[in-house]
């Protein structure tokens, strides 16, 4: 029986270890496929829709490559193309794609829209990612954890910066449903919201894994094997002046590498990407001149070292999308999970 058959991936605590883990490691499988020319056709003549609110560089591509390779027709549909959210209501647009295309890829702002339509499409609803989740980061991230390491369990992920953005959110849940430790380094008034602590806390009772949300960045950063950052000012948010302020302590820098004690061969840093690591990237059209500052998150020296993996993981953007997309809409046989 496959238990992913139709089903809606919408955030990560709707889904168990094992379920995830079977995602993670048939993405892996697609990876070895493409990677040595054999065909992976699970979806041949499935129209895909992919509805975005927000701008994407990785997530559009990922969606549209992986659909192709799998067979299927993707559709671009921006926020200026369709009425999404405008004229008609989120639940009649969710209807009229639904009875067209066979799977809805969402990015957008409201986790409730990805709901919305996902009730009212009838076909799998895909988060591309919203303002509180991106569950479909977290499959390519922990692939790519995975492959540098060989398991998930009982190691070590420190997110500094925003811990309270989609990106701190879904790694916090989703490391706590696989036994992976978390930590999340943040000023105190960015520390998660207390209702995704509680979803962690509650799954980390079942897996095992170690929960830390600290402003102390070397008790945050002690014993990490893999460091995370992402931007300090998402999208839908425009407070930059104040976040660099805020943040700029919590830059993750080679002293925040080093303070992990982590031997070299068992520490990496990762980002979502896009990332402000140097003078070539705009803060809209500002450069960093009006802030004082070219690195933010992340400096040049980090992304560029040995231990970046941060492209690698853009990559499997597209592996586990695939993954996902042909476990939940491709009449697979899954037998395990
Ligand atoms: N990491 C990520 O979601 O990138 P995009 O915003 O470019 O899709
Ligand atoms: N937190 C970021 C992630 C981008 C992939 C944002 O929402 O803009």
Known sequence: QNVFQGRSVLAEKDFTAEELEYLIDFGLHLKDLKKNNIPHKYLEGKNIALLFEKSSTRTRAAFVTASHDLGAHPDFLGPSD?????????????KVLGSMFDGIEFRG?????????????????????????????????????KENFGHLKGL??????????????????????LGVNIHIVSPKHLFPHDDIQKYANDF??????????????AEGMKGSNIVYTDVWVSMGEDNWSERIKELKPYQVNMAAMKATGTPDDQLIFMHCLPAFHNADTKVGEDTKEKYGLSEMEVT????????A???????????SIKAMMAA?????FIPRV
């Open 82 to 94: 369709i009425h999404l959210g405008k004229k008609e209501t989120t639940s009649d647009t969710g």
């Open 109 to 145: 702002f409201k986790q409730s829209d990805a709901e919305i339509l996902a009730r009212d499409s009838g076909v799998p609803v895909w988060n591309g990612l919203t303002d509180e989740w991106h569950p479909t980061q977290m499959l390519a991230d922990f692939m790519t954890v």
């Open 156 to 177: 070590t992920l420190t997110f500094m910066g925003d811990g309270r953005n989609n990106v701190a959110n879904s790694l916090l849940v989703t490391g706590a449903i």
């Open 204 to 217: 980390a009772k079942k897996s095992g894994a170690k929960l830390l949300i600290t402003d102390d960045i």
């Open 300 to 307: 040049d020296e980090v992304f560029n070292s040995k231990y």
């Open 309 to 319: 993996r941060q492209f690698e993981e853009a990559e499997n953007r597209m592996h």
């Open 328 to 332: 939940t809409l491709g009449n697979l």
